[in-house]
């Protein structure tokens, strides 16, 4: 059997994706690009998911891998050469992901959003108060550019730090997941806001080494219609193995049924039955009409599981 085609379903201005469109770059992966909608409704990724939106989604055959720290470590396992680890600290790299990814993030978002101002859409802003349960608050976030910009400028600085004594890339010679985790919001910035990117001019070494990461490329991607992928997961069947988990905290075990949802925004339930769970990952399968059986994998750190019926 050949091994099924790797996708990602995702969108062009989307920072996660574009982490992720890296790694494929640093891996030479070859891949699909589904393009799905910046907003709800997302009518072709539902029936893969089970209601978790957020962006991006990896598919590979029947198997579907939500958050992109169960995506980075999936295609860390299939393809583990150049390593996303080049210089080991693999437990210190997940943490600088949650910097990264949260305080990072929520303050480039800040100084994105607040530096757009009122020509953010209305469809958009009433999307992503769904998305977050709160207020998506155009001007406080205006009156917090200054203080996220501090905050930006500080967390640049660390990169700066990281540099300065003349390496190339943050964990030495070769470059792995912390480039890659950490160029995400310079991305975002730069992309997101332009004018807000000024913050960077004082960081020449940040400036040269994102340039550097960026050329890391995207790897070799091809377009692919959700249809398509909606046909492949139909027509697969998942690789993944029932396995038990003997030092679950909580006695859950492959056949109990439970809700899994991001503790954070985005956070629609998804229920289905447990396959197989670690300290890392918890895969739980369920069905919908249009894809058949399919085994949806999320991480555990950020994610709530709870008992479902
Ligand atoms: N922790 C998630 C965060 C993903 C995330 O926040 N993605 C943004 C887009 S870059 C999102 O989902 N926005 C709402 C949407 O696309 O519907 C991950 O690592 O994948």
């Keep these: 059997m050949t091994t099924p085609e790797i996708i990602l379903h995702n969108y062009d201005t989307s920072p996660f994706s574009e982490k992720i469109r890296l790694i494929f770059g640093l891996k030479k992966i070859s891949w699909a690009s589904v393009e799905i909608p910046v907003i709800m409704p997302k009518p072709d990724l539902m029936p893969l998911t089970g209601g978790y939106r957020r962006t991006p989604v990896m598919q590979i055959g029947a198997d579907i891998f939500c958050d992109t720290q169960v995506i980075i470590r999936e295609i860390e396992r299939r393809f583990p050469t150049p390593t996303l680890f080049p210089a080991g600290n693999k437990g210190v790299m997940w943490s600088v992901g949650m910097w990264t990814d949260k305080p990072f993030f929520q303050a480039s978002v800040a100084v994105i959003f607040g530096g757009i101002g009122d020509a953010v859409p209305d469809d958009f802003i009433k999307d992503r108060e769904q998305l977050s349960g709160n207020p998506f608050n155009i001007e406080a976030m205006k009156s917090a550019v200054p203080m ?99 030092f679950d905290p909580n006695g859950r075990k492959p056949g109990d049924m439970v809700s899994v949802s991001p503790d954070d925004y985005g956070r629609t339930p998804v229920t289905g039955e447990l396959v197989a769970s670690t300290a890392q990952e918890i895969a739980i399968k369920r069905t919908d009409e249009r894809v058949g059986e399919v085994v949806v994998h999320f991480p555990r750190a950020g994610f709530l599981v709870t008992p479902a019926k």
């Design 148 to 246: 996220m910009r501090d905050h930006w400028r500080a967390y640049a600085g660390w990169i700066e730090d990281q540099l300065d004594d003349g390496r190339r890339w943050l964990m030495g010679e070769s470059p792995g997941l912390a480039d890659i985790s950490t160029y995400m919001d310079v991305w975002f910035l730069q992309n997101g806001f332009p004018p807000a990117a000024n913050i960077l001019n004082e960081f020449n070494l940040v400036n040269a080494w994102s340039e550097r990461v960026s050329g890391l490329g995207h790897g070799d991607r091809h377009e692919m219609d959700a249809s398509d992928a909606l046909e492949i997961a139909k027509e697969s069947t998942s690789t993944t193995e029932t396995k038990e988990d003997p």
